[in-house]
């Protein structure tokens, strides 16, 4: 049964506008965080980027810009670790803000603390993206289709973790290719139709309507597939302790 892309999308808007606290909000203190956390780690390697000047030899070809840039890239190995850190840290706070997004779809409690609830399930969490990042890696030494295709089979695992952080990554990468049979290309054509919006992301203070606006079609995609499929939805939330109203 193909989902309805249109509908998704529509619910999405709805729980923008009416969800509390706002997911505009939420997602203002999550892109506040992310850029925080990467302008540490730009300063921790020591490499200054003028956006002008990337664009302007992104654009003409000027492959002696990029090759100085690398050169200049020598961070000493604490700040490497560091770096490394901060990396991990976005992605855990991206978890949250993808709990943050399940729990507003299903109308449970859901808050600014949602962001930092992935902390609580650290390890697995990381341990889940090492492995997809592995999988998905070693299905590209193929050729890059495959590695594409793997990249869709994995895409509910990090939802199933959430949903039931008491299984091991690799359950949730099993679960999440079950999931995803018959759905790669209908998840395609999602990504797809947000093209546009991520374009106009590079709009500054755009990001903050786009990021609510994908997360929560991404949510209830996962949510109307998990039921179209008969899973049983979680009667009460999946993690709590971060969660204020």
Request: hydrophobic content about 50%; charged content about 15%.
């Given at each position: 049964?193909?989902?309805?892309?249109a509908a998704m999308?529509?619910?999405?808007?709805?729980?923008?506008?009416?969800?509390?606290?706002?997911?505009?909000?939420?997602?203002?203190?999550?892109?506040?965080?992310?850029y925080v956390l990467?302008?540490?780690?730009?300063?921790?390697?020591?490499?200054?980027?003028?956006?002008?000047?990337?664009?302007?030899?992104?654009?003409?070809?000027?492959?002696?810009?990029?090759?100085?840039?690398?050169?200049?890239?020598?961070?000493?190995?604490?700040?490497?670790?560091?770096?490394?850190?901060?990396?991990?840290?976005?992605?855990?706070?991206?978890?949250?803000?993808?709990?943050?997004?399940?729990?507003?779809?299903?109308?449970?409690?859901?808050?600014?603390?949602?962001?930092?609830?992935?902390?609580?399930?650290?390890?697995?969490?990381?341990?889940?993206?090492?492995?997809?990042?592995?999988?998905?890696?070693?299905?590209?030494?193929?050729?890059?289709?495959?590695?594409?295709?793997?990249?869709?089979?994995?895409?509910?695992?990090?939802?199933?973790?959430?949903?039931?952080?008491?299984?091991?990554?690799?359950?949730?990468?099993?679960?999440?290719?079950?999931?995803?049979?018959?759905?790669?290309?209908?998840?395609?054509v999602l990504d797809?139709?947000?093209?546009?919006?991520?374009?106009?992301?590079?709009?500054?203070?755009?990001?903050?309507?786009?990021?609510?606006?994908?997360?929560?079609?991404?949510?209830?995609?996962?949510?109307?597939?998990?039921?179209?499929?008969?899973?049983?939805?979680?009667?009460?939330?999946?993690?709590?302790?971060?969660?204020?109203?």
């Amino acid at each position: 049964m193909e989902l309805n892309r249109a509908a998704m999308k529509g619910e999405a808007k709805q729980l923008i506008g009416h969800a509390s606290p706002s997911p505009i909000l939420v997602g203002l203190a999550f892109a506040l965080i992310a850029y925080v956390l990467n302008y540490l780690s730009t300063r921790l390697v020591g490499v200054q980027v003028n956006p002008d000047d990337y664009y302007n030899a992104l654009s003409t070809g000027d492959y002696a810009y990029f090759q100085n840039l690398l050169a200049s890239y020598h961070p000493g190995a604490g700040a490497e670790a560091l770096d490394l850190a901060i990396r991990i840290m976005l992605l855990i706070l991206s978890a949250g803000f993808a709990l943050y997004s399940l729990n507003v779809v299903r109308h449970y409690s859901a808050g600014f603390g949602n962001l930092f609830d992935g902390f609580g399930i650290f390890f697995r969490v990381l341990w889940l993206m090492v492995l997809m990042g592995i999988y998905i890696f070693l299905w590209t030494l193929l050729l890059v289709v495959p590695g594409i295709i793997a990249a869709y089979r994995y895409r509910m695992a990090l939802y199933l973790l959430l949903d039931h952080p008491e299984w091991s990554p690799n359950q949730c990468i099993g679960e999440s290719k079950r999931m995803m049979a018959g759905h790669k290309g209908e998840l395609f054509v999602l990504d797809l139709s947000f093209l546009g919006w991520y374009i106009l992301a590079m709009v500054p203070f755009v990001t903050v309507w786009v990021t609510p606006y994908t997360q929560l079609t991404y949510a209830v995609y996962y949510d109307t597939l998990r039921a179209n499929l008969g899973y049983a939805q979680p009667e009460e939330p999946p993690m709590e302790g971060g969660a204020t109203k």
